[in-house]
């Protein structure tokens, strides 16, 4: 180890060493923006422990991608130039660089609500801020011609230009999506939320090498594979998709869209330099700003800070063949036409959110596209049927779910009322009932329409009233 290293120490890769290059593109505005971006958005206000931001994961993934180039380029026959290395480290250290405020809300429903044309991604805006960040980087410690720059986007996004296409598997593998950036925050997700994986990404790593331009697996390693691919189905459908944090989604959402006229939020995506200002710090900006026009942004800012929070209605799992038709059929318009006559419900009452959750490769098997290696020279596919009979069949889910955005107004005293009945064993219910008026209008009218269409609610989550309340943060 060279004497300009620096030692970061981190709970997942314990040190991690990182060379002057590194550090002067860690030590820039670009990159110490992350520090303000969690990496799991508002699944921060439902388990306050997933308090870690884009910036360690960025470390973790540069380190892995660094320790990994350097394994496969020691293999015979294997090239070995400190350009390439270089290069994927610096891919993976900025590969995050785009996310903007609550990192998926703002790519996912911020900018397509204020830009509905634009097919923006976080993607996109990395590649703005790459591009940005070594024009203005003063007498670097390495020679990167602009030539490198887009090398270092191409591998950013996983797009091939066909010299060593291996390296390309590396930090955004397209090919199959088994990349270092998943071994880092499958990990550290779980590390944050104390949960366990049996996912081995350092396994995976040590039976891994270059084949057919490719990084191969050895074929044992097959359902080490499909357990990193259950990791992250089983973090999107408890975690990443909570229902509370859903609805928290969606508050920062409205309160970003009721500033955008005065701070012009969105514009930001298309320029660098307000980009780097904009993080999860802009609704402190909005709450203490003495801006004009920013009262009804404030006010939801503040329903926030006190969890007054928009409500979890319902959800349906959609099949698969239906997808396209309810996607049409089902919307806040549709939902309240099913209103009970004596009840004022408006389409601003509801939110209706669609979720797609998958084996990161759309509705196909990820583990089709990898390709594997025994003792021999060839590659070879591993075909489920040799493996286990207990995977999936279906490799992609939509859900639909609805949110009320005007739950109860007298919610902080029925908190009171129900703490009080939980120490008495007063039937809770009876408080719920009073409390979710209006949520219970929504869910009696999507309920009506899900009939229709021939849908079951999903079964096990609330049904106000009967669902035994618990007092945790999932409860606000
Ligand atoms: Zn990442």
Same mark, same amino acid.
């Given at each position: 180890?060279?004497?300009?290293?620096?030692?970061?120490?981190?709970?997942?890769?314990?040190?991690?060493?990182?060379?002057?290059?590194?550090?002067?593109?860690?030590?820039?505005?670009?990159?110490?923006?992350?520090?303000?971006?969690? @990496?799991?958005?508002?699944?921060?206000?439902?388990?306050?422990?997933?308090?870690?931001?884009?910036?360690?994961?960025?470390?973790?993934?540069?380190?892995?991608?660094?320790?990994?180039?350097?394994?496969?380029?020691?293999?015979?026959?294997?090239?070995?130039?400190?350009?390439?290395?270089?290069?994927?480290?610096?891919?993976?250290?900025?590969?995050?660089?785009?996310?903007?405020?609550?990192?998926?809300?703002?790519?996912?429903?911020?900018?397509?609500?204020?830009?509905?044309?634009?097919?923006?991604?976080?993607?996109?805006?990395?590649?703005?801020?790459?591009?940005?960040?070594?024009?203005?980087?003063?007498?670097?410690?390495?020679?990167?011609?602009?030539?490198?720059?887009?090398?270092?986007?191409?591998?950013?996004?996983?797009?091939?230009?066909?010299?060593?296409?291996?390296?390309?598997?590396?930090?955004?593998?397209?090919?199959?999506?088994?990349?270092?950036?998943?071994?880092?925050?499958?990990?550290?997700?779980?590390?944050?939320?104390?949960?366990?994986?049996?996912?081995?990404?350092?396994?995976?790593?040590?039976?891994?090498?270059?084949?057919?331009?490719?990084?191969?697996?050895?074929?044992?390693?097959?359902?080490?594979?499909?357990?990193?691919?259950?990791?992250?189905?089983?973090?999107?459908?408890?975690?990443?998709?909570?229902?509370?944090?859903?609805?928290?989604?969606?508050?920062?959402?409205?309160?970003?869209?009721?500033?955008?006229?005065?701070?012009?939020?969105?514009?930001?995506?298309?320029?660098?330099?307000?980009?780097? @200002?904009?993080?999860?710090?802009?609704?402190?900006?909005?709450?203490?700003?003495?801006?004009?026009?920013?009262?009804?942004?404030?006010?939801?800012?503040?329903?926030?800070?006190?969890?007054?929070?928009?409500?979890?209605?319902?959800?349906?799992?959609?099949?698969?063949?239906?997808?396209?038709?309810?996607?049409?059929?089902?919307?806040?318009?549709?939902?309240?036409?099913?209103?009970?006559?004596?009840?004022?419900?408006?389409?601003?009452?509801?939110?209706?959110?669609?979720?797609?959750?998958?084996?990161?490769?759309?509705?196909?098997?990820?583990?089709?596209?990898?390709?594997?290696?025994?003792?021999?020279?060839?590659?070879?596919?591993?075909?489920?049927?040799?493996?286990?009979?207990?995977?999936?069949?279906?490799?992609?889910?939509?859900?639909?779910?609805?949110?009320?955005?005007?739950?109860?107004?007298?919610?902080?005293?029925?908190?009171?009322?129900?703490?009080?009945?939980?120490?008495?064993?007063?039937?809770?219910?009876?408080?719920?009932?009073?409390?979710?008026?209006?949520?219970?209008?929504?869910?009696?009218?999507?309920?009506?329409?899900?009939?229709?269409?021939?849908?079951?609610?999903?079964?096990?989550?609330?049904?106000?009233?009967?669902?035994?309340?618990?007092?945790?943060?999932?409860?606000?």
């Amino acid at each position: 180890m060279s004497q300009k290293n620096k030692l970061i120490n981190d709970p997942i890769h314990g040190y991690m060493s990182f060379e002057k290059w590194a550090i002067e593109v860690i030590d820039t505005p670009h990159f110490q923006r992350l520090r303000d971006i969690k @990496q799991l958005g508002t699944t921060y206000y439902v388990f306050p422990s997933a308090s870690h931001n884009r910036f360690e994961h960025s470390l973790g993934t540069a380190h892995l991608a660094y320790t990994l180039t350097k394994r496969l380029q020691e293999q015979s026959g294997v090239e070995k130039s400190d350009h390439d290395l270089e290069c994927v480290t610096l891919a993976a250290l900025c590969h995050d660089l785009g996310h903007g405020p609550y990192s998926h809300v703002f790519d996912s429903i911020v900018i397509p609500y204020l830009k509905p044309s634009s097919k923006w991604k976080h993607e996109k805006g990395s590649e703005m801020m790459v591009e940005h960040l070594f024009e203005k980087l003063e007498s670097y410690s390495i020679d990167l011609s602009s030539d490198d720059v887009k090398y270092i986007q191409a591998l950013i996004k996983g797009d091939s230009t066909g010299i060593s296409p291996y390296l390309f598997d590396i930090v955004s593998n397209e090919r199959n999506s088994v990349d270092v950036d998943k071994f880092d925050y499958l990990a550290r997700d779980c590390y944050q939320l104390g949960m366990k994986s049996l996912f081995d990404f350092s396994r995976l790593m040590q039976f891994s090498r270059v084949m057919d331009d490719q990084i191969v697996y050895y074929h044992k390693e097959c359902f080490n594979i499909y357990e990193m691919f259950h990791t992250r189905y089983s973090l999107h459908k408890k975690v990443y998709s909570h229902r509370v944090s859903g609805a928290i989604d969606y508050m920062i959402r409205d309160a970003l869209v009721e500033a955008n006229s005065s701070l012009k939020i969105a514009d930001a995506i298309e320029n660098a330099e307000e980009y780097i @200002q904009l993080s999860d710090s802009i609704l402190n900006k909005i709450e203490y700003s003495n801006l004009e026009g920013l009262t009804k942004s404030k006010e939801i800012i503040k329903q926030l800070r006190r969890r007054k929070l928009y409500k979890f209605v319902d959800e349906c799992l959609i099949p698969k063949d239906k997808k396209d038709d309810m996607m049409k059929a089902i919307n806040e318009r549709e939902i309240i036409s099913y209103r009970n006559g004596n009840v004022s419900l408006h389409e601003d009452d509801v939110i209706v959110d669609w979720k797609t959750l998958n084996y990161a490769k759309k509705d196909e098997n990820p583990v089709d596209a990898v390709k594997f290696y025994n003792d021999g020279d060839s590659t070879f596919p591993v075909p489920r049927s040799k493996v286990s009979y207990l995977f999936p069949v279906q490799y992609e889910e939509y859900i639909v779910r609805i949110f009320a955005r005007k739950p109860d107004k007298v919610i902080s005293i029925d908190i009171c009322c129900l703490i009080v009945s939980s120490r008495v064993t007063i039937d809770q219910s009876t408080f719920v009932k009073k409390k979710n008026k209006k949520v219970e209008a929504i869910q009696g009218a999507f309920r009506e329409l899900a009939k229709k269409l021939g849908l079951e609610p999903s079964q096990g989550f609330l049904k106000s009233g009967s669902r035994k309340r618990r007092f945790s943060e999932e409860n606000p």
